[in-house]
């Protein structure tokens, strides 16, 4: 994911979401340098729900 589109995706998980940012640093350090994997390794971790899961698909699908 572009440096850009990264930090905006951040922005969306704590505003949108309402993610903490704890749950985000646990993402981050789960998945290393594949960013990408964030939404799935959230869920997994059960940090978020299937619906905020496709939200968040949507808006990396739009962004």
Not at 6 to 25: A, G
């Amino acid at each position: 994911m572009p440096p850009i589109t990264y930090s905006h995706f951040i922005q969306f998980l704590k505003e949108e979401i309402n993610l903490p940012q704890d749950s985000i640093t646990v993402a981050r350090r789960s998945v290393q340098q594949n960013t990408e994997l964030i939404p799935i390794v959230l869920w997994q971790y059960g940090l978020i729900t299937i619906e905020q899961l496709d939200r968040i698909y949507d808006w990396l699908e739009s962004y």
